[in-house]
């Protein structure tokens, strides 16, 4: 790319402005869709922003800026000099733009492309700008993976998953006696996560880009952005220019079905990145009825389990929260004209009344609310919805100590027979693999990422356990089903965690420092700002946090149901937070996920936070990807994420030694 | 596990013990702490069975006037296989004056009348997760039209909320749908011994009101309320 040019820009527009008595006024194109060098830098170099595999659809789309007054009467698109066929609609969007789509469009020529868009405004003067794409084809290379299982961490980058075998793998004397699960997969590479207007990516683009191979905005799952972002837009959410997921490729193509299993809200970001098109991912009811509408018909979706059983409940019903507004928080979707028309699915409705658990027993889904239901579903069924709460799952921690027969926490009481990720799994799996064609499934290990930004240590420590548990049964699923390729990562490291050392006092003497308000006998007050009260970093920081070789081997306790007696042992591993807020620390289990400013403040050990707000935030740190089975080869390196969707097409499609 | 804040948690109930009235008045001027009420005997909770010296100079009586609702007890537990219901008990105090005891949620609501009551301390980032959360299905809407714009300061103590209670499923202006709403008439905060201070609802972010109106629709459930801060306010970050 050339960012010089870009720097040029204000110049350019400076002189512009400067001599615009004189100039001549003309309508421009200021958004191009898919994005491109090209069209923005005037770049016509590589890395191209925008790839598709042969064949896959995506919507062309131009805002252009006319005249004062102006009105674009007509357009169209051309692909390598080519005009396309089809209608080209234009929306009037405010302030003298256009829209411009042209919606469901595929190439099967692999190679680059070139792309324009030529508008003519009611006075009949013309706009016209271009832009590239890549379409990506996939050579015959040996066995094709007839599965591909999407294991995403949330949130997880190496450091997670170096946490969670330290209490797991008993490391002494410098090696791991036992590795994790994810550990066993031969070929390991390195993602790069930066979303289309970020270094720094949420889970949506983070996540939407290993089912689309392109890259959107922070919030966005399955589109492009465009310009009718506001609420003034009755379907701003639902109208931005689309790419077609790999569900709904393979399935066309290839006749393959989609499974996707969270322990998050269904609607969450990962999830939804899989199959939903929408620029908002909090659009709870839209997207939840779009896994019906669009995904069970067009994807092929055969499996949908996690939390989030809300949106699928009448508004009537207590407990849910389906909306009446296709531009509120949560909101539902209808679908422009054009875009329904093109990629064959229906407009959608504001229907917050809705019975979608009734939508998705009638087609054929057993439903299942429970740990008790699912285990009992049917082995025959290959249809499964598990809705197992109504907002996010409970996270592993407050699950094992309920199954343990500890006191019942977080939501438990309300929902005490939840499912955990590995034993959905299984019955993801089960089902899915009666599909002769194969299957695509996404598998999320959500609260990675959730207690990652609650700088809870001991909550996403266990929640990374409980996702690399259902790494092994995919494994041992893969090794009775050679054709299936695994592929484990993320959709970006969160909190920029990482292992600082070990605790050098006991647990008992950490539970004394914890309520021992010190000299001052002050409680909370941060680190002297309005008083003396550093005494919390004497105590709990200067004497405790042992680094180097003063850090030894932390020895956890597995149990028979494969997680640690207690997080709390002596000389515990320990955890710092580089994407940090404000938080105290007394490097003690939380028994409740409170706020890291409401927490530990009787120890009096404030660590000044370089966020703001309550929550640590993602990072832009690249992150691993470990594949198995079928075609692992191809996934090492370093490479951008939006690499790995078309690596597992091509073992998909092509194969691969 | 540890639980270091077992014996904490298990007196949570017990620590009514030095509580302050925050009465609906006019709305105060921004930062100014509202007056406490006039003098009187302080009370110990039928909760908490203990006698404690209560501050001097409040009356906690109109306590006794709000049937105590633990929110644990809201919904028939476990969840049935679809939605949730609400116990005989607490379907009888619709329309009634309750109490309920919780934390307020930290997070940043649309709307500068509400605030969210829950049983046990949580933080949600909207601006992260949108609506796909953890608050559990008896989270309290703590509406404060009495007093528009104007709330507590979130505090990791525990309030305690006196008002008329509504149920039944509303659309909020941030899209949530409330299923039980508490109209405000007393906060009690139920530990620190003062009052609590009037601020911007949990006033921790410059423009959050402005932004609440921006993104409002042209129809939205409700009208907001008269803005009430000062020109300052600005929005910090760009709509989506």
């Not at chain 1, 506001?230 to 393979?250: A, I, T």
């Not at chain 1, 007394?586 to 050990?605: M, Q």
């Not at chain 2, 009356?59 to 028939?76: E, H, I, K, W």
């Amino acid at each position: 790319m050339k960012p010089s040019l870009a720097l040029l820009f204000p110049t350019l527009a400076g002189l512009s402005a400067a001599v615009a008595p004189f100039a001549e006024a003309a309508p421009v194109v200021t958004r191009l869709n898919p994005p491109s060098a090209l069209f923005t830098f005037n770049d016509p170099n590589p890395p191209y922003i925008a790839r598709f595999a042969t064949g896959q659809r995506f919507d062309l789309q131009a805002t252009i800026q006319a005249d004062a007054g102006k009105v674009i009467t007509s357009g169209a698109f051309h692909v390598d000099n080519v005009a396309l066929p089809g209608d080209v609609t234009i929306t009037p969007i405010g302030s003298d733009k256009f829209s411009l789509t042209l919606r469901a469009y595929s190439n099967t020529k692999a190679g680059l492309h070139t792309f324009s868009v030529a508008a003519t405004q009611d006075d009949g003067v013309a706009a016209s700008d271009e832009g590239n794409f890549e379409i990506v084809g996939f050579q015959g290379a040996g066995r094709k993976a007839k599965n591909i299982i999407y294991l995403i961490g949330d949130g997880m980058g190496i450091a997670h998953r170096t946490a969670a075998r330290i209490i797991t793998g008993n490391v002494q004397q410098g090696k791991a006696e036992k590795g994790l699960a994810m550990d066993q997969l031969p070929v390991t590479g390195i993602l790069m996560t930066h979303s289309l207007n970020s270094i720094v990516t949420d889970s949506a683009p983070g996540a939407a880009c290993y089912s689309t191979g392109n890259k959107s905005n922070n919030n966005q799952e399955g589109v492009f952005p465009d310009d009718t972002t506001s609420s003034s837009f009755p379907l701003n959410k639902w109208d931005n220019p689309r790419v077609e997921h790999m569900g709904s490729y393979l399935a066309r193509t290839q006749g393959k079905v989609l499974g996707i299993v969270t322990n998050a809200d269904v609607e969450d970001a990962t999830p939804a990145s899989f199959a939903a098109h929408t620029q908002d991912r909090g659009a709870g009811t839209g997207i939840c009825d779009m896994y019906f509408d669009e995904a069970v018909t067009k994807a092929n979706l055969r499996v949908l389990m996690g939390g989030g059983r809300k949106w699928f409940l009448p508004q009537g019903q207590p407990g849910s929260g389906r909306v009446n507004s296709t531009t509120s928080g949560g909101a539902d979707y209808m679908l422009p004209a054009d875009a329904a028309a093109a990629w064959g699915v229906p407009v959608g409705a504001v229907d917050p009344g809705r019975d979608l658990i009734a939508d998705f027993v009638a087609a054929g889904f057993a439903y299942a609310p429970t740990a008790s239901a699912l285990s009992a579903v049917p082995a025959a069924e290959d249809r499964i919805l598990g809705l197992f709460h109504t907002a996010n799952m409970d996270i592993a921690m407050d699950k094992i100590a309920a199954r343990r027969g500890g006191p019942a926490v977080g939501s438990v009481p309300a929902f005490p027979d939840q499912p955990m990720l590995d034993e959905m799994t299984d019955k993801a799996l089960a089902a899915l693999s009666k599909n002769r064609n194969g299957f695509v499934l996404m598998i999320e290990g959500a609260s990675i990422d959730k207690q990652a930004h609650n700088m809870d240590t001991e909550r996403w420590v266990l929640d990374t356990v409980e996702f690399d548990r259902a790494v092994g049964h995919c494994i041992a699923f893969q090794k009775t089903n050679p054709d299936t390729l695994i592929i484990v990562t993320a959709d970006h490291e969160c909190a920029g965690i990482n292992i600082i050392g070990g605790s050098t006092v006991t647990t008992a003497s950490l539970v004394d420092r914890s309520d021992d308000l010190g000299t001052d006998g002050q409680q909370g007050v941060v680190n002297g700002a309005t008083g003396p009260s550093t005494d919390g970093q004497k105590r709990l920081r200067d004497v405790v946090v042992g680094v180097y070789q003063d850090a030894g081997f932390p020895q956890y306790d597995v149990i028979a149901d494969g997680y640690p007696a207690t997080m709390d042992v002596d000389y515990k591993m320990l955890i710092g937070y580089a994407g940090n807020a404000d938080r105290y620390e007394d490097w003690l289990t939380n028994p409740v996920p409170a706020s890291p400013t409401a927490r530990d403040t009787a120890g009096d050990y404030f660590i000044t936070g370089q966020v703001a707000g309550s929550s640590a935030v993602h990072t832009a740190s690249d992150i691993p990807v470990s594949a198995g089975g079928r075609g692992a080869s191809l996934f090492t390196g370093v490479m951008d994420n939006t690499e790995v969707f078309f690596r597992a097409l091509q073992v998909a499609i092509g194969g691969a030694k | 596990m540890i639980s270091k804040y077992a014996p904490l948690i298990s007196f949570f109930p017990l620590t009514l013990l030095a509580m302050v009235a925050w009465r609906t008045m006019d709305p105060p001027s921004p930062g100014v702490t509202a007056p406490a009420e006039p003098a009187g005997a302080g009370v110990a909770t039928a909760e908490s069975g203990s006698q404690a010296p209560p501050p001097p100079g409040v009356d906690l009586s109109f306590r006794d006037g709000y049937a105590p609702l633990d929110m644990d007890a809201v919904f028939v537990t476990p969840a049935g296989p679809k939605g949730m219901k609400f116990t005989p008990a607490t379907a009888a105090l619709n329309g009634a004056k309750v109490r309920v005891t919780g934390q307020m949620v930290k997070h940043l609501h649309d709307d500068p009348q509400i605030f969210l009551l829950t049983k046990r301390p949580l933080v949600l980032i909207m601006k992260e997760f949108g609506l796909a959360d953890d608050l559990p299905a008896s989270a309290v809407h703590v509406l404060l039209s009495a007093r528009p714009g104007w709330a507590p300061r979130w505090t990791p103590r525990p309030l305690e909320v006196c008002g008329v209670l509504e149920l039944g499923p509303r659309q909020e202006l941030d899209g949530r749908i409330s299923h039980l709403r508490l109209v405000a008439e007393h906060v009690i905060d139920t530990e620190a011994g003062t009052l609590p201070e009037l601020m911007k609802p949990i006033g921790l972010q410059p423009g959050r009101l402005t932004q609440a109106w921006l993104a409002a629709d042209a129809s939205p459930p409700r009208a907001p309320p008269a803005p009430s801060l000062s020109s300052s306010t600005q929005p910090t970050h760009q709509p989506k």
